[in-house]
């Protein structure tokens, strides 16, 4: 596609639900990062993938936490057992190569765990 | 460790004047990407410096990459409203892939 897509873009849960989150890169990029914005907050990197593999997954909050890429294209955040400190901006982000070249994000998953 | 340290955090400026925000590391980077979010939006990539004591200029906008590659400045010379937005310092790496975020400095703009 001509950018990241994002899906949803908004998504409102019950505490104690699992949600799945859903990131397609810009066609061709190797690299995928995943970060959670909080209100007003910074970035938090959560995981990368080089490909399909994610060499680094100390960024992931918690084990409730995971993420997976298939065929070096769309990639998924999972949360498991949601809870309101989940609450934030979900970003993703593509790049051609892995921290050397400009990332383009996605609009953004905005989550509300209630 | 692999953290950047921006500052300030927050900056109000009048229309016109100038402003700049900061960005360190205790350790040396392979290079640094400028990126700015305007409210309610996504980052945007501004600029990637990599040679030491780099200076690119964007309009208004001038960036900076330190001689020890260290440290880099992001300064925008009289101020408009369009400027507002909170303006992101990264670190990349081609070894550990990882691109790490600073906090950022938002920019509030007085007409």
């Known amino acids: 596609g001509a950018g990241v897509s994002q899906s949803p873009s908004n998504k409102v849960t019950e505490k104690g639900k699992d949600v799945e989150l859903r990131c397609d890169p810009i066609?061709?990029?190797?690299?995928l990062y995943w970060y959670r914005q909080s209100l007003g907050q910074g970035l938090e990197f959560l995981i990368y993938?080089?490909?399909?593999?994610?060499?680094?997954k100390s960024g992931l909050p918690s084990d409730r936490f995971s993420a997976e890429r298939t065929g070096g294209s769309v990639s998924t955040l999972t949360i498991q057992r949601t809870q309101q400190e989940d609450s934030a901006v979900y970003l993703c982000a593509s790049s051609r190569d892995r921290g050397i070249t400009e990332a383009f994000f996605g609009q953004g998953t905005r989550l509300t765990v209630v | 460790g692999q953290q950047v340290m921006q500052i300030p955090q927050y900056q109000h400026v009048q229309e016109g004047e100038d402003f700049t925000t900061y960005c360190n590391s205790s350790?040396?980077?392979?290079?640094i990407q400028w990126y700015k979010q305007r409210p309610g939006g996504h980052p945007v990539f501004l600029i990637q410096l990599v040679k030491s004591g780099e200076v690119k200029k964007q309009k208004r906008l001038t960036f900076q990459f330190g001689e020890a590659k260290k440290n880099s400045s992001l300064h925008i010379t009289a101020t408009q409203t369009t400027d507002v937005g909170t303006y992101f310092c990264?670190?990349?790496?081609?070894?550990?892939?990882?691109?790490?975020f600073g906090q950022g400095t938002t920019l509030q703009v007085k007409p």
């Open positions: 993938f080089q490909g399909n593999s994610a060499p680094d």
């Open positions: 990264a670190k990349g790496s081609g070894n550990t892939g990882k691109l790490i």
């Open positions: 066609s061709g990029h190797t690299a």
């Open positions: 350790t040396t980077l392979s290079n």
